[in-house]
Nanobody, 121 residues
Framework: QVQLVESEGGLVHPGGSSRLTCEVH????????MGWFRQAPGKDRDLVAA????????YYGDSVKGRFAISRDILKNTVYLQMNNLKPEDTAIYYC??????????????WGQGTQVTVSS
């Protein structure tokens, strides 16, 4: 059974940092690309960041370039999303996903449960 288990997001002040983690079960981690989508209320779902199974290339959405960083640890079957200089517009539910294709696609069946990140003073 495939499971993507995300860490809790939480409340962060503007300008602050937070790190999301996603642990993968039931897939060969070295064979899948990983990514993070987010969806804010009333907005479309956006791909925030993605990383191929071998660590390169990486993709970042324009709104997070220079602030977010995606990485992966094959020994821990885990992907990370380091978020720095957070802004209120980063408030959203963040979803981890895994895909055996690159570039990865939101029609992959492998999604995490989602975690709320709120950026507010």
């Amino acid at each position: 059974q495939v499971q993507l288990v995300e860490s809790e997001g939480g409340l962060v002040h503007p300008g602050g940092s937070s790190r999301l983690t996603c642990e993968v079960h039931g897939l060969i981690f070295g064979n899948v690309a990983m990514g993070w989508f987010r969806q804010a209320p009333g907005k479309d779902r956006d791909l925030v960041a993605a990383i191929r199974w071998d660590g390169n290339p990486k993709y970042y959405g324009d709104s997070v370039k220079g602030r977010f960083a995606i990485s992966r640890d094959i020994l821990k079957n885990t992907v990370y999303l380091q978020m720095n200089n957070l802004k209120p517009e980063d408030t959203a539910i963040y979803y981890c996903l895994a895909d055996e294709r690159w570039p990865l696609s939101p029609d992959t069946p492998y999604w995490g449960q989602g975690t709320q990140v709120t950026v507010s003073s």
